[in-house]
C-alpha cells in the first residue's frame, strides 16, 4: 500500500487539529518531507534516540509522538544535547516526527478520555470548556436549494450540537436585490428589482471548520455572491477543553480507589493527600501537569483528582474537600500510545503500524 506521510498527518489533524494546540506548544510535523512514501509507523509517547534507532531498525520513516520533540527553539545543532542528538539522527535517517500534544488533550476523544476509559469512568465530560470554540452560519437560500446547501454544510462538519448532528433551523422570508451590470443573476434581471422567496438557514459549527464551511456553503449555494453572516457564540463546545469529569459506576473507598489506580497504571507509588473520609464517585483527572485544574476540580464538587507534576504548595489547593493524587507524567499519559495506534490501525488497517518497545519514561522509583 503507498501511502505518503501527508495523508498519515490528514487523518491526525481530523483526530485533533492543531488548531487547538495551546499558544505555547510545537505540535505538527518537526522533522521530514511530508510528501515522501511512509514505510510504517511507530507510536510513543516521547522521541528519544532509542525511538529513533527503533524506527530506523524497523525501517519505518514516521514517528508520531504525542510530546513535541522540538518545543523551545533550538539555536543549534552540535550533538552536545539529547535532543539535538535525536534531531541530527532523525534527520540522518530520514525519519519524519510528527507531535500531537496539547490539540490532543484539548478534545474530549483524546488523552484524557482514554485514560477515563481505562479507569472505568461513566457519563464523561470536559472539565474546562475551552472558550471561543464555537461559531454561527446565517445564509439565505433559495428554497429549490435549501436541501443542497444543509446537506453541504452537514458534510463540512456543521450541525453537531451534543448527540446531535445535522442540526439547522429554518425560517422563510423575502430576500430582495438589483444585480448590476456584469453580475450573473440567478434569478431576475439586470438592473431591475427582484424579490424571491427565500429561507434563512442557520446552523453551528467548530471555529476550527469556519475555512472548510464557508467553501461549501459558496460551492453548494447557486447565487454568483452569496449573502452569508459568522457570529462568534459565547456557548461552550461540549467536546473541546481542558481535563475531564466522570463517575465510577458504585461508589468506593478512597483506599480502594488508590488500590485501582495503582493496579491501573501498574504504579510503584503514589502521591496523594491526606483521606478526606469521603467515598470516591466523582472523578476528575487531567493527563500530564494539570496543577492548573485543582481549584476548578474543587468548584466542580469531585471526589477526587488524578493528574501529574504537582508541586508542593499546590497540594494545599485540595483543602481537604477531594482526594488529590499525582501518579506521575508518564504514567498518567502512557495510554496515548494505544490511542495513536489503535486510531492509525483502523483509518489505515492495510498498514504496518507499531507502539513504541521504548519505555521513554526519565523517572525512576525506589521504594
Not at 448527540?163 to 433551523?169: A, D, L, T, W
Not at 457564540?233 to 481542558?242: E, Q
Not at 493524587?325 to 496515548?336: C, L, N, R
Amino acid at each position: 500500500m503507498s501511502l505518503e506521510i501527508s495523508h498519515i498527518i490528514t487523518a491526525l489533524e481530523k483526530l485533533a487539529t492543531p488548531s487547538l494546540q495551546e499558544h505555547y506548544d510545537n505540535a505538527g510535523l518537526l522533522t521530514g518531507n511530508a510528501h515522501v512514501v511512509c514505510s510504517g509507523i511507530i507510536c510513543t509517547l516521547d522521541v528519544t534516540e532509542a525511538v529513533v534507532e527503533e524506527a530506523f531498525q524497523k525501517g519505518y520513516n514516521l514517528i508520531v509522538a504525542h510530546h513535541p520533540i522540538i518545543f523551545n527553539g533550538l539555536k543549534q545543532l552540535t550533538n552536545h544535547t539529547p535532543v539535538e542528538r535525536t534531531i541530527i539522527a532523525a534527520i540522518k535517517h530520514d525519519i519524519a516526527i510528527y507531535a500531537i500534544h496539547t490539540n490532543l488533550d484539548n478534545v474530549l476523544h483524546g488523552v484524557n478520555q482514554q485514560l477515563g476509559n481505562t479507569l472505568g469512568l461513566i457519563d464523561q465530560s470536559i472539565l474546562l470548556p475551552k472558550p471561543n470554540t464555537l461559531k454561527k452560519l446565517y445564509s439565505f437560500v433559495p428554497t429549490t436549494h435549501v436541501e443542497q446547501v444543509m446537506q453541504a454544510l452537514f458534510t463540512a462538519g456543521a450541525g453537531t450540537i451534543g448527540n446531535y448532528n445535522e442540526c439547522s433551523f429554518q425560517t422563510t422570508g423575502t430576500g430582495s436585490f438589483k444585480a448590476q451590470i456584469g453580475a450573473k443573476p440567478f434569478v431576475g434581471k439586470i438592473g431591475e428589482p427582484c424579490k424571491e422567496t427565500e429561507i434563512k438557514l442557520e446552523t453551528i459549527f467548530p471555529t476550527y471548520l469556519e475555512k472548510q464551511i464557508v467553501q461549501a456553503l459558496l460551492t453548494a449555494h447557486p447565487y454568483e455572491t452569496v449573502a452569508y453572516d459568522i457570529i462568534s457564540l459565547s456557548n461552550p463546545h461540549p467536546a473541546i477543553g481542558a481535563g475531564l469529569l466522570g463517575y465510577l459506576p458504585e461508589a468506593i473507598t478512597e483506599q480502594e480507589w488508590l488500590k485501582h489506580i495503582q493496579q491501573t497504571f501498574n504504579l510503584k507509588c503514589i502521591r496523594h493527600t491526606p483521606f478526606t473520609g469521603k467515598k470516591i464517585k466523582k472523578v476528575a483527572l487531567c493527563g500530564g501537569a494539570g496543577s492548573f485544574l485543582i481549584q476548578k476540580t474543587v468548584n466542580a464538587a469531585a471526589d477526587t483528582y488524578i493528574t501529574a507534576d504537582i508541586k508542593y504548595h499546590e497540594f494545599f489547593e485540595a483543602d481537604n474537600k477531594l482526594l488529590l493524587v499525582d501518579i506521575g507524567h508518564w504514567e498518567s499519559e502512557q495510554f496515548t500510545i494505544d490511542l495513536l495506534h489503535d486510531f492509525l490501525r483502523e483509518n489505515f488497517p492495510n498498514f504496518a503500524v507499531l507502539k513504541s518497545k521504548i519505555v521513554t519514561n526519565p523517572v525512576q522509583y525506589y521504594c
